[in-house]
């Protein structure tokens, strides 16, 4: 089938990152017992977007209870999981390095204790560029420019603010950031409302594979950042010093899911779908889950914080006067038993059939999906506007 998507079919496809896994379930109670042995039983945070694989993955696949773990799954709400680990409304999870630095730096006790996977923000421009809209071509050419992110404060929209930096912008003095639903980013740039987009999977591959946006700044590719994780395993600091081998056997288990996701990419995604993890096409699933690079490591998540500790320094978005060093150091545990050489002997099964063929094309299963309106979190969120209303783009067009 050979369907080809445009931008604005795009504004439907909203981020997998952003808009699934709306409903918190009820909190487990208390897994910690400070006057007694190592729990056995613990809390694992999860929102039910794609690249939570690995969580999915070690709870059906068992790699929990070879740790000799019993775990309980707590759904939470973006606006509420970082306060609800650092509250120990649940014990462990992975998530974006730079999205919880700020909090660190802020005094909320949480432990990194290794890397999941790399490569899943951008900065993208049109290839051709609308007549309001400024050619770009380079990171000094987005100097005074309007950058579309899904939010102030989300993960690209950090990611930008340290490529910025980092090249002698002031994102704070010389950028204007304007807010778009994720997949409205690409429509934002059709109609030159803006000049270039900061994005995350799916949404920077669409676009890609779409041919009408370059790549200013890719994750995946990019030095340093190509070999920075965006995702490490966190655990809740007081859980974890009263709980160290529990903490070291959790964080075993989601690295070694996550190796299992990067060689079963597709059989993940399908295990992700199925057990009601997330709502989502298997295929388009297993299509952003294969453009990440789930090869886990300890060494790679201390890296990570430290060089997006200095970067966000760098950006204005931790304190001048902050010692990265120091707030790095505190914010990288590693754990016993846990650790690169451990992580080079893992074996995982290669399921058969588990891999995404080469022969697929993200647009045709967006197209699908999109023609068929399937149930997804990638559907539906943006084709009804409450009340009636306009769409974001539609309120900004009229703004201009």
Same mark, same amino acid.
């Given at each position: ?46 929102? @039910? ?6 969580? !999915?993955? /070690?709870?059906?696949? &068992?790699?929990?209870? +070879?740790? $000799? =773990? ?101 994102? @704070? ?6 807010? !778009?639903? /994720?997949?409205?980013? &690409?429509?934002?740039? +059709?109609? $030159? =409302? ?121 950006? $204005? ?84």
């Amino acid at each position: 089938m050979n369907r080809h998507v445009t931008w604005s079919s795009l504004a439907v496809l909203v981020a997998l990152a952003a808009l699934c896994g709306c409903k918190r379930e009820q909190a487990a109670k208390p897994s910690t017992n400070p006057n007694g042995p190592e729990v056995t039983k613990i809390r694992v945070g999860y929102i @039910g977007i794609s690249c939570e694989a690995p969580l !999915f993955t /070690a709870v059906e696949k &068992g790699f929990f209870k +070879e740790e $000799g =773990l019993e775990v309980e799954m707590v759904r939470c709400q973006w606006a509420q999981y970082k306060d609800v680990l650092a509250l120990g409304g649940y014990d462990v999870t992975h998530h974006l390095v730079m999205y919880f630095l700020k909090p660190i730096e802020q005094g909320m006790d949480v432990k990194f204790t290794g890397g999941v996977h790399r490569g899943c923000l951008r900065v993208q421009a049109p290839i051709k560029p609308h007549p309001n809209s400024k050619p770009i071509n380079s990171v000094q050419d987005l100097r005074g420019t309007r950058i579309g992110v899904p939010g102030m404060g989300t993960p690209p929209f950090i990611f930008a603010n340290r490529v910025l930096g980092a090249n002698g912008i002031d994102p @704070g003095k010389e950028i204007q950031w304007r807010v !778009f639903p /994720a997949g409205d980013l &690409g429509l934002a740039m +059709e109609k $030159g =409302l803006v000049d270039a987009v900061a994005d995350s999977e799916p949404i920077g591959t669409l676009l890609e594979a779409e041919g009408k946006v370059k790549n200013i700044a890719d994750q995946a590719t990019d030095a340093p950042y190509s070999q920075e994780y965006c995702c490490a395993v966190l655990v809740n600091g007081p859980f974890l010093r009263k709980n160290p081998k529990a903490s070291a056997g959790a964080t075993r288990a989601i690295l070694k899911a996550a190796k299992w996701v990067q060689t079963n990419p597709l059989a993940a995604a399908r295990l992700s779908v199925e057990k009601k993890y997330i709502l989502s096409s298997p295929e388009l699933n297993a299509i952003a889950l294969a453009k990440l690079d789930y090869i886990p490591s300890v060494s790679g998540a201390d890296f990570a914080v430290k060089a997006a500790s200095k970067e966000m320094r760098t950006a $204005g978005m931790l304190l001048k006067g902050t010692d990265v060093d120091a707030l790095a150091k505190d914010a990288f545990v590693q754990l016993d038993g846990v650790s690169d050489e451990w992580i080079k002997n893992l074996q995982v099964e290669k399921v058969a059939g588990g891999q995404v063929p080469k022969e697929w094309d993200i647009r045709q299963f967006a197209a699908e999906i999109y023609a068929n309106k399937q149930k997804s979190c990638c559907v539906g969120k943006l084709l009804e506007v409450p009340g009636g209303g306009e769409s974001a783009v539609t309120a900004a067009e009229k703004k201009e």
